[in-house]
């Protein structure tokens, strides 16, 4: 089934208020485009639980730093629509669509945008929390869908849906990996052969993280310098952050209690890779 593509605010709202009107339940997809088998299981889930799914395909300016790689970033959008089986709408604004003349409200949510990715990339999810929000205020879906690959962003939208009291359910669906255990990105395509083979460090570093934490240990400078250490190991690996941290604040936690998320961000030339997953102690 192919999707209706509309590229402005009225489209939108009229289709999912219609939705709405006979009863669907209207689920949401917002994506930067650039869609792989991650985005895809995001879809597959908003269908599998709505009546009605929309996904977003935009390519957000204001989450991007000086230094960063909007104007490169991949924008297939004939592939995406290809890739967006069963979505009833497809939503494709441009920039002066959702930031008009004169547009002046950002949204902070302020100790978990400030850490981890927030430190490496400041202004990062206030750009986030602010597309996010007006969206969510144009498809008023009933459910979001997010992926766990982007933990803080989840905890970030969390966190504004709860302050807010915005109506929505988000649904934090698990990361997809290759074969090899590489974590599904649209960044991943800017690796070249020898950093792609590479980059399987990250989420070697945090297997063997969850393994430490399973046989016992408890010290979050052990855990963490572990990470490290194999990403040091890796040739061509420069490591931003390897955390291991409460999953709700974001916050060190030792010893650890609850739910813990282990954290990575490391370069392989200019390309920026993340990589999480969550432990139960």
Known sequence: MKPIVVSSEGPLSQAASAARRVGKKVGFVPTMGALHAGHVSLIEAARAANGFVVVSIFVNPTQFGPNEDFICYPRPLE?????CDGVDLVFTPDAATMYPPG??????????SNI????????HFQGVATVVLKLFNLVHPNRAYFGQKDAQQVRVIQQMVRDLNVPVEIVVCPTVREPDGLA????NQYLDADQRRKATALNQA???AEEMIREGERNAAVIERAMADHIAATPGAVLDYAVSVDRETLKSASPFRGAVLLALAVKFGATRLIDNRIVEC
């Open 79 to 83: 592939r995406d629509l290809d890739l």
């Open 103 to 112: 547009f002046q409200t950002l949204i902070q949510v302020k100790d978990l």
């Open 116 to 123: 981890l990715e927030g430190a490496s990339r400041p202004g």
């Open 184 to 187: 599904l990105s649209s960044r």
């Open 206 to 208: 945090l297997e063997k």
